[in-house]
């Protein structure tokens, strides 16, 4: 085993370990949520922002659209290799801590 430290127990390369389900279901409907009240939320925030910063309907729109733009293009490549790297779980987790920052 390449690269393991002294003491540490690794899965030899290619095996494979049971999902827990409970665990997996329950980070999923957490995510999901949580993504689901940031993404709903941000379009009813857009007209508090547009009122404070004196935006006008285009300028709300280019910012709504670069934002919706930045998810679409980065989320599914950056999901495909993580998961494939690191598993769904600690993906799912990561996942939603970083956009929760």
Avoid: H
Avoid at 8 to 25: D, E, K
Avoid at 91 to 100: E, F, K, R
């Amino acid at each position: 085993m390449r690269g393991s430290a002294i003491g540490s127990v690794a899965a030899p390369l290619g095996a494979t370990q049971p999902i827990s389900w409970p665990v997996f279901t329950t980070v999923f409907l957490f995510g999901s949520v949580l993504l689901w009240a940031d993404r709903s939320n941000f379009s009813i925030a857009m007209a508090a922002w547009a009122k404070e910063y004196d935006w006008n309907p285009s300028a709300s729109g280019l910012m709504l659209s670069g934002s919706r733009r930045d998810t679409s293009r980065c989320g599914p490549r950056a999901a495909g290799s993580s998961t494939d790297r690191c598993g769904p779980l600690r993906t799912v987790c990561g996942t939603m801590a970083g956009w929760s920052l």
